[in-house]
């Protein structure tokens, strides 16, 4: 038996959360009967993680009604946009998080934590599978079941490999705030073993070669990171050996940064080519060893062999296993991510909510809905439309998906009409009719470039407020679950649809420069950007206790530099 879990029941139950019916609790000896008669009428909510789209959702609900549980291996929030400044010292690792239990210690809610992973979700019988932190202290691994009238599921997503020989053996991934650590170490020790007596320059050249394999976000800022780090820092610390380092990125497309504007992309890529970074389009890595890289290019098939020190591996998200599993349960295992309605609610569970990088809004659906609504406009039923008609009805599609309206803005369009004039070979004029099925079409390629809901810590925040704003008032959402009148038809809703408000987003590119793309195609490169940069990231932290650590490890860096010491 394992003393630290009877406490932890104890507590709970004493302290009148209650929420949860442990089967195994009698197991325990703990009576289960000192839950209060008003903890058992209260909806059990569970919430799965402790990321962007649980916190926000934690931190918003306010009705006392509900007894929520938060369950995940991590017991703090971390604020991933800064964990490539952890990757060299910019930004201290504990400035980052936030511990969930001062985050949950809300007034009028009853919320719980417990350090556990969900390993299965059994829809059927409403209970999530648990197993405590095997990467606890304590080495020691408990399973428990946990019931819930309500599960919101926010467990993000884990690093995708391809299943590329090697990747997960040889590289470093930059997901959470431990690897964001390894990532520290590695990179001082790479200097510290470089520095040593007795290695040829051939071997110290291999060590400091860093390789990125990613040219998104997260790759094109850890590079940048990396390179101020031995501009400033290394030409200081380590004299020696600062000529022999080396940093490459690896994109398989053409290009880095491919989600921003032109403008950024050119700009980010002269800028590395001028600081030295060497960047490699085109090239797939298809294989990795403990000290060298095999790459492919893309169009010529060409292979090549790259000797390395470190790698990092930042291609994209997949989808965690407990995930895959429930999607097998509901029928959803022919997706990529769990499908949600456009209310969050997962396709063919009621109660089961998912938000964040592990689920997605069910864009068939909504294409599905945008060709309804040409359809009803072609009122005698021909099939066709004038491309004036389309003109005038695509304003009722970008009103109800601003999505669109943002992929039109940024395309330097007007109307969804635009659009199909530039897919047609054929010159269009507003008389001409078009076939609704050509239209659709043409839709679906704006669907599979644009990426409704990209993977980001904004859409997963504002998915939670969202959510916590719909439980905020669950007893009208209950009764009226299909929309409100005028957007659905029948039934009514007091809430509308979740709708993302992209509010821009940034590419940090080193030398105290930024990229910034705003709403409105505005976009915005350099110093001044990096002061945008940091007043918006101090101001979005979760807690004054994280925004005066944040602060504080600029300021020091400003002053001092980055502390090297491999701890
Ligand atoms: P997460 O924040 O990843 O949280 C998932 C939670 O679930 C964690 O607490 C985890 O411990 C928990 N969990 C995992 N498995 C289980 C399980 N089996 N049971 C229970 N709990 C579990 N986005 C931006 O918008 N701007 C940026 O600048 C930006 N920069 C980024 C930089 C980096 C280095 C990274 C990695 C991401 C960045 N992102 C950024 C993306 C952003 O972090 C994610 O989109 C966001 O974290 C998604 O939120 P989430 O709540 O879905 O998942």
Redo the contacts with the bound molecule.
Sequence with gaps: ESPSFSKMLIVLTIGGGGLVAYSEAQSYGVPITTKTSESNKKKKVVV????????SFLKNLKDPSYDVQV????N???F?????SVTCGTVESRSVVEPVRNIIRQKNVDMHYLE????KIDAENKKVH?RSNSNNNLNGEEEFVVDYDYLVI?????SNTFNIPGVSENCHF???VE??QKIRRTVIDCFERASLPNLSDEERKRILHFVIVGGG??GV??AAQLHDFVNEDVARLYPGVKDLVKITLLEATDHILSMFDKRITAFAEEKFQRNGIQLKTGSMVVGVSDKELSTKQAKSGEKDAMPYGMVVW?TG?GT???IMDFMKQIGQASRRVLATDEWLRVEGSDNIYA?????TINQRKIMEDVSEIFRKADKDNSGTLTVKKFQEVSNDVCERYPQFKLYLKNHKMHTLGDLLKESKRDAVNESTEVNIEEFKSALTQVDSKMKFL????????QQ?VYLAKCFNRMEQCEANPEGPLRIRGEGRHRFRPFRYKHLG??APLGGEQTAAQLPGDWVSIGHSSQWLWYSV?ASKQVSWRTRMHVISDWTRRFIFGRDSSRI
């Design positions: 799965l993680g402790t990321g962007w789209a649980a916190t369950i995940s291996p991590r703090y929030f971390a991933t946009p800064l964990l490539p556990a992973e969900c390993y648990c926010s467990v993000g997503a884990r930059l997901k959470e690897d964001a976000p997260t800022e850890f930042s998200i965690r296993p407990v938000l964040g990088d592990c689920a990209p993977a980001t810590a904004q859409v997963a925040s939670g987003q940034f990231y």
